[in-house]
């Protein structure tokens, strides 16, 4: 095994300037997350560079901004506030190319601080719940610092990593974060069921966590050959594959087996993919690469919004001028599902905000981001119903995105359509 050292004795080879990739999702190696804090009075003007992390984000805080700038590719809740309050820097960009911006060096990575499962008897260890952008930061980083840990499951594909390829090995016995599954509310189930019909026999699905995909996977227990190329998924797939409902016999692309780069969810899901030759653990830059989605049939893509004009405008990485998310994988599923023979780009949302704010709106708010644009929208969905909008005019568009807000929207929305879009609904 790779010389195993402490995490003070490897955090000690990050020095001032550098900048740094934090593993994401559950992946975070918080280990030495704590060490890093620990040696910060030593350290100016650390960059770090992460996607959606889960847990504390100490390095973040207002008292530390002397040492460590955080520069996020995703924001995530715990990142959310610094963003907001101009701390902490968000760069909008696709998913699928953010690994080429670490090869390339347009943002070169000093120092990769990851978490990976102790070898196997070959010497590799595995990403595990996360391959994302971290297969390309360790192969361009000049330092790679592993927190290896038994718990992280070994999942096949692009995870795998010798460790001679690892500067620095610190053992750990921790546990990785976990995501309930969520209680869905009556409009979840409501979306769920309209999404639900457009899912066809043989269909490649994407989906992500949370309610609205969990609603949706619930009710697919009718559908057969299923396959799975997704940028991630959760607990809620399980039962579809023991059930046989996902079997990926018509998928082209890595047929019979499920395609994803990165997992979230409880132990459940990360005991189900631990040496499962089935899951097929991916680089981002190929899993959300619009022309390798299309190759599979059917490709239905589910995702969803902040908010959607009654255009087909659909804002998804902030609320206003007020960062929130990301642009993440959306744009990439989108246009590979809309390439894909029988494909369906859905964008899946509340008509509604929990204080009771329409989300199909005549205008987005001022500075909201435009992930998708209105010529990439196909089907939108809420509670009230399905909205197609492809290749139809302003006016059809509107006629139909208004039929599926919350019926107390509907008058003001086409009032305020006429009046300012000058459209006849």
């Known amino acids: 095994m790779k010389r195993s050292v402490t995490a003070a004795e490897a955090i000690s080879a990050i020095q001032s300037g550098h900048r740094i990739y934090l593993h994401s999702i559950a992946a975070v190696p918080h280990v030495l997350i704590t060490?890093?804090?620990?040696q910060a009075h030593r350290l100016r003007n650390v960059?770090?560079?992460?996607?959606?992390?889960?847990?504390?984000?100490?390095?973040?805080?207002?008292?530390?901004?002397?040492?460590?700038?955080?520069n996020c590719l995703f924001i995530g809740g715990n990142m959310r506030r610094a963003v907001q309050e101009g701390r902490a820097d968000y760069t909008p960009v696709f998913l699928s190319?953010?690994?080429?911006?670490?090869?390339?060096n347009k943002l070169d990575i000093d120092v990769a601080l990851i978490q990976v499962s102790p070898p196997d008897a070959h010497g590799?260890?595995?990403?595990?719940?996360?391959?994302?952008a971290a297969h390309a930061a360790l192969h361009s980083a000049q330092i790679v610092i592993a927190q290896v840990n038994p718990n992280m499951p070994r999942t096949h594909g692009d995870a795998l990593v010798h460790h001679e390829k690892l500067t620095y090995m610190v053992e750990v016995d921790v546990p990785l974060p976990e995501a309930s599954r969520p209680e869905l509310t009556e409009i979840e189930e409501s979306i769920g069921r309209h999404v639900t019909g457009l899912v066809e026999d043989g269909a490649t699905l994407q989906m992500g966590i949370g309610a609205i995909p969990d609603a949706v996977l619930t009710q697919l227990m009718h559908h057969r050959d299923l396959g799975v190329h997704t940028e991630m998924f959760s607990d809620g797939l399980i039962?579809?594959?023991?059930?046989?409902?996902?079997?990926?016999?018509y998928k082209k692309k890595h047929p019979l087996k499920v395609v994803a780069t990165f997992v979230m969810g409880t132990k459940r899901v990360y005991d189900?993919?631990?040496?499962?030759?089935?899951?097929?653990?991916?680089?981002?830059?190929?899993?959300?690469?619009?022309?390798?989605?299309?190759?599979?049939?059917?490709?239905?893509?589910?995702?969803?919004?902040?908010?959607v004009d009654i255009t087909g405008q659909i804002s998804s990485d902030s609320i206003g001028t007020l960062p929130y998310?990301?642009?993440?994988g959306q744009v990439d599923f989108i246009r590979g599902a809309s390439l894909s023979e029988g494909g369906k780009p859905i964008i899946a949302l509340p008509s509604r905000t929990s204080s009771g704010i329409s989300r199909i709106t005549t205008m987005l708010k001022p500075g909201a981001g435009v992930v998708t644009t209105r010529a990439h929208a196909h089907w939108i969905v809420t509670e009230y119903g399905v909205a197609y909008v492809h290749g139809k005019t302003l006016r059809q568009r509107a006629e139909s995105l208004i039929a599926i807000a919350h019926p107390d929207d509907r008058e003001r929305l086409a009032r305020e359509t006429r009046e300012q879009w000058k459209l006849r609904v």
């Open 35 to 38: 060490e890093l804090m620990h």
């Open 97 to 104: 190319e953010i690994p080429a911006l670490f090869y390339s």
């Open 272 to 307: 189900f993919i631990h040496d499962n030759p089935l899951i097929a653990m991916l680089d981002v830059a190929y899993t959300n690469n619009p022309t390798v989605i299309a190759r599979n049939p059917k490709v239905t893509a589910i995702n969803s919004a902040v908010e």
């Open 124 to 132: 590799y260890c595995s990403l595990g719940v996360t391959v994302e």
């Open 47 to 70: 960059e770090i560079v992460h996607l959606h992390t889960e847990g504390p984000a100490p390095y973040a805080e207002p008292e530390f901004a002397e040492n460590f700038h955080v």
């Open 325 to 328: 998310s990301g642009v993440g």
């Open 239 to 249: 039962d579809l594959i023991e059930k046989g409902v996902v079997t990926g016999a």
